[in-house]
């Protein structure tokens, strides 16, 4: 008899949502203002005010803090179908939610800032481009993508979702998204968003509607 699969493992002391919040928070802010290189646990633990152990009882490691991160920004935003979004909703309703989240996502501070460390460490540091791309895009272009896919009958006629998904997000970012990169511009206001997603939507099944049913052929 395998004793080791009779032991009831006792639960450990939970683990402090503050602590965990503050970690992520102080790490934000110095892969933002040191790069991911220069940051150290160490200095993570510092800045938030904790001890090296109990980052690393949260995080294995940078890797784990950095991909954390990630996905709690975009988490933020909620740029993927949660029980929060309304299941009477149409996916035109939907898209268009997304889409509004979608610019607020890309015009966020601490986005922004993101974006253009990544550009600058991209040459000698391309893992942390990687895990940037598997841990906050592709996870939210992938979940557009399979939810298309899913109400495929609601007037987009697809043949490759993530295609219709790279279509979607380039007709939101246009060229707002190089503007903001560049401070060019600032960010839009709510009902600019609005009207930019609900235009973004409009493109969308244009080009995804069959002629003959309500939309016309693309040029």
């Not at 909703?89 to 993101?114: F, H, K, N, P």
Request: glycine share 6%; net charge negative.
């Amino acid at each position: 008899m395998n004793t080791a699969s009779t032991q009831v493992t006792r639960p450990g002391r939970p683990k402090s949502a503050e602590k965990r919040a503050a970690i992520s928070r102080a790490a934000g802010e110095l892969f933002l203002n040191e790069g991911f290189a220069g940051t150290s646990m160490e200095a993570v633990a510092a800045r938030a005010g904790v001890s090296k152990q109990t980052v690393y009882s949260h995080y294995e490691n940078k890797d784990a803090l950095f991909c954390a991160y990630i996905d709690q920004k975009c988490r933020d935003y909620r740029l993927a179908v949660d029980a929060d979004d309304r299941a009477d909703w149409t996916l035109r309703q939907w898209l268009e939610a997304i889409g509004e989240r979608y610019l607020s996502l890309i015009a966020d501070a601490e986005v922004i800032a993101m974006w253009r460390l990544l550009i600058a460490e991209a040459a000698e540091h391309p893992d942390i481009v990687r895990m940037f791309w598997d841990v906050g895009p592709r996870p939210t272009i992938e979940g557009i993508a399979s939810m298309m896919e899913g109400r495929a009958g609601e007037g987009l006629v697809i043949d490759d979702p993530l295609e219709a998904t790279q279509v979607f997000l380039a007709l939101l970012r246009t060229d707002y998204h190089n503007r903001l990169l560049l401070d060019m511009v600032e960010p839009m206001d709510e009902a600019s968003r609005r009207r930019r997603a609900s235009r973004a939507v409009d493109q969308l099944f244009r080009l995804y509607t069959p002629v003959g049913e309500g939309a016309s052929s693309p040029d």
